[in-house]
């Protein structure tokens, strides 16, 4: 594999566009490149391996933190990516520090949902599967869930290092987090419901429901299997209905991700970041980008993103993953459709030549 060495300076030529990658169904499937990826990223680095193109990867999964994923993504794709270059659909549970800095939240999903939290600085996270062994028979099925003791799984050893020792069945929870798509819907399901409807503690009874959020709310997302997997908008969809059912008020919450205008924002001043020595967070009022690319493979969430995003934004739908219709998406059509990211790439540099 071709590895870009040079570490991500300030960019010399200040370009007047920049590209957002969507990573699941445009890089890649599972944990390989799909499309020529590595190829087309390469594209964006000069021969001695600096980056010329500012570029980010906008992806509404997640799972673990932002660094892990950038030296992940840098093994399989053989470049240099730098943290800031990864925004997760969790990314924006950071602004929510302010206010749950030092309170008791539960944070669920696939990966380390409970590291990704304490990492943004939320003292007192904990995963929903440890939360849960500590209320006895909460699960009833649990005994019948042979295969968890099979699954490989830091998450239990971090999470209750990075906790102090406190007693979690008499403290209310503050708030609730998908950070990614959960992995034991039935537990999840019954312990959010607990949660929720009793204020925060299993068993309690209490009117306020606490915050819950979602990092996403994608219905569908492209995985390795041939067609679409359920993603974290199907788990909000069954917990919201099941929760409706059970309880006299409807289920309050906010979901993040694409295709938020707000994530669109936040990746156009992390690309106009990158063109600053040192990705500096100063206001650069100065750069102005003429064109946005956001290439993706989704167009009720990329498409619609970028659409709704306005200008600067221009988006490009591939067909390697969600989307594989032959002409344009009939509801949220993008500017461009192409075959593969590496066509994308092609196609945006040829244009800006
Ligand atoms: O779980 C991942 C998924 O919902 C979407 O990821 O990269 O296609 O935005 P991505
Ligand atoms: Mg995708």
């Known amino acids: 594999i071709y ?33 020529d990826s590595p190829k087309a990223l390469r594209r964006l680095y000069d021969d001695s391996g600096c980056l010329k193109i500012p570029y980010l990867f906008l992806t509404n999964g997640g799972g673990i933190p932002e660094s892990r994923r950038a030296s992940e993504l840098s ?27 030092n309170e008791l939240i539960v944070a669920t999903g696939k990966g380390e949902p409970a590291v990704v939290m304490s990492e943004y600085g939320f003292k007192k996270a904990i995963s ?39 007693d979690v069945t008499s403290e209310r929870v503050k708030a609730a987090f998908v950070v990614s798509d959960p992995v034991d819907w039935s537990r999840d399901i019954q312990v959010l419901c607990d949660i929720l409807r009793s ?16 990092a996403a709310d994608d219905l ?4 390795v299997f041939p067609c679409e997997r359920l993603g974290m908008g199907a788990f909000r969809i069954a917990l919201e209905s099941i929760f409706n059912r059970i309880h006299h008020k409807p289920l ?5 991700g ?4 707000e994530v669109f924002k936040n990746a156009e001043s992390i690309l106009k970041q990158l063109l600053n020595e040192d990705h500096k967070d100063i206001i650069n009022n100065s750069h102005h980008f003429e064109t946005l690319y956001m290439i ?17 934004w221009f988006s490009i739908l591939t067909r390697t993953g969600v989307f594989r219709g032959k002409e344009n998406h009939t509801d949220y059509p993008a500017d461009r459709v192409v075959d593969t990211v590496e066509e994308a790439v092609e196609y945006i540099l040829q244009r800006e030549a």
């Open 3 to 35: 590895r870009v060495s040079a570490q991500l300076h300030s960019i010399p030529k200040r370009p007047s566009f920049g590209i957002a990658f969507d990573i699941d169904g445009v890089i890649l499937r599972g944990r390989t490149p799909i499309g």
């Open 128 to 166: 929903l599967e440890e939360y849960a062994s500590h209320f006895h028979n909460i699960d009833p099925l649990s005994p019948y869930k042979t295969w968890t003791t099979k699954q490989p799984c830091n998450e239990q050893k971090n999470s209750s290092e990075s906790i102090p020792s406190f």
């Open 220 to 223: 569908e997302y492209q995985a």
């Open 258 to 261: 694409k295709p938020n205008p």
């Open 252 to 256: 309050e919450y906010t979901s993040f």
């Open 199 to 214: 204020g925060g503690l299993p068993g309690e009874k209490c009117e306020h429901q606490p915050p819950m959020y979602f």
């Open 296 to 312: 993706g493979d989704n167009p009720s969430v990329d498409v619609k993103g970028a659409r709704q995003a306005g200008h600067p």
């Open 75 to 101: 093994q399989l794709l053989g470049v240099n990516i730098d943290p800031i270059q990864v925004v997760q659909g969790h990314s924006p549970f950071k602004n929510l520090l302010k206010r749950f800095e």
